[in-house]
């Protein structure tokens, strides 16, 4: 029995043998030409569109380029248009850490710009708030 399993083996390795592993290896090239596949390439190159077809993918091309160019450039200007400026960022985040109703940060700011700082804080917003006014609009 055992003689019998080992020679049903031997017959199996050698037509295993026989069948694939004396098959050389076999390249892209030949196992598509053998199985009839062509490439993308190929098939493109083969089935070339017509002159006026090939001209009317081009144009077509160009106007699809221009109108995703123009959404682009729109969206770009919007996103520039709403985006605060550092200026602004710096003022709404020195207002948020209540800076402008700071007497430190008032005095030192109108001593800075060459204005005596009132004695009072409201007076002092007041100056500030005047300064801001006439510099934007003189300068």
Do not use: C
Not at 17 to 28: D, F, M, N, S, Y
Not at 91 to 109: H, N, P, Q, V
Request: glycine fraction near 4%; proline fraction near 4%.
């Amino acid at each position: 029995m055992d003689d019998d399993e080992s020679e049903s083996r031997k017959r199996r390795i050698e037509e295993y043998r026989k069948k694939i592993a004396v098959r050389p290896l076999e390249t892209p090239k030949q196992y598509r030409s053998r199985v009839g596949r062509i490439s993308r390439h190929r098939y493109l190159m083969d089935n070339r569109p017509a002159p006026a077809q090939r001209k009317a993918e081009i144009e077509t091309y160009h106007e699809s380029v221009e109108r995703v160019t123009a959404k682009h450039q729109q969206v770009l200007a919007d996103i520039k248009a709403n985006t605060p400026t550092f200026r602004e960022k710096q003022i709404a985040y020195d207002k948020a850490r209540g800076a402008y109703e700071s007497r430190t940060f008032l005095e030192a700011t109108l001593r800075m710009k060459g204005i005596d700082p009132a004695a009072d804080i409201e007076d002092m917003k007041t100056q500030y708030e005047e300064w801001k006014r006439a510099f934007l609009e003189g300068g």
